[in-house]
């Protein structure tokens, strides 16, 4: 499946914050009817992803949750290492 905008644009934000750029992809799932995109980086880029106190986290989950919205779709992030 190609990627969406939404994912394209996650990805691209995530290989700026990180340093193992080549680490960092987006997987599309469903579960419980959201659309589930799930951030894998590689363990040591975690922090550099969810920022001090998440705020980089929850910028990026707001980004998604806002795309979903337009999409009229329920749309969720989360970052796995």
């Known amino acids: 499946m190609a990627a969406t905008p939404v994912e394209e644009m996650l990805v691209h934000l995530a290989r700026s914050l990180v340093s193992e750029p080549d680490a960092v992809r987006v997987e599309r799932t469903e ?7 799930e951030l894998h980086v590689a363990e040591a880029d975690l922090g550099k992803v969810i920022g001090k106190g998440g705020r980089i986290a929850r910028a990026l989950r707001t980004l998604v949750r806002a795309s979903g919205a337009k999409a009229d779709e329920r749309r969720l992030l989360e970052i796995v290492d």
Not at 31 to 37: S, T, W, Y
């Open 31 to 37: 579960r419980d009817g959201a659309v589930v995109l």
